[in-house]
Nanobody
Framework: QALLEESGGGLAQAGGSLRLFCAASDASYRDYAMAWFRQAPGKEREFVAAISWSGGNIHYGDSVKGRFTISRDIAKITVGLQMNSLKPEDTAVYYC????????????????WGQGTQVTVSS
């Protein structure tokens, strides 16, 4: 059984919006930093955004700053990613990840991963 499960992906037009969700199945995840990464075909995995367990420390990748917003609901152990002003280059599989401890921007420092959800942005 997956410990992290993404939802909310789909198809959007350029300039549109989508919201992704990551639901953790274990209450202990409220002590974890959570992050979103993405990977487009033929490209390396890219850091998108990360949020600390408290929600007080947030980081964004340069390509999404000002357009995407990460948030978390501590009680429900859910992390959201609001994606606005979408561009075709945002097309990728988006993965939710978690690690115990501080926020990091390198995927290799995250221990738990979801299966991913496809986001496709048409021009």
């Amino acid at each position: 059984q997956a410990l992290l499960e993404e939802s909310g992906g789909g198809l959007a037009q350029a300039g549109g919006s989508l919201r992704l969700f990551c639901a953790a199945s274990d209450a202990s995840y409220r002590d974890y930093a959570m992050a979103w990464f993405r990977q487009a075909p033929g490209k390396e995995r890219e850091f998108v955004a990360a949020i600390s367990w408290s929600g007080g420390n947030i980081h964004y990748g340069d390509s999404v700053k000002g357009r995407f917003t990460i948030s978390r609901d501590i009680a429900k152990i859910t992390v959201g990613l609001q994606m606005n002003s979408l561009k075709p280059e945002d097309t990728a599989v988006y993965y939710c990840a978690a690690r115990f401890g501080q926020v990091r921007v390198l995927g290799g420092e995250y221990t738990d991963w979801g299966q991913g959800t496809q986001v496709t942005v048409s021009s």
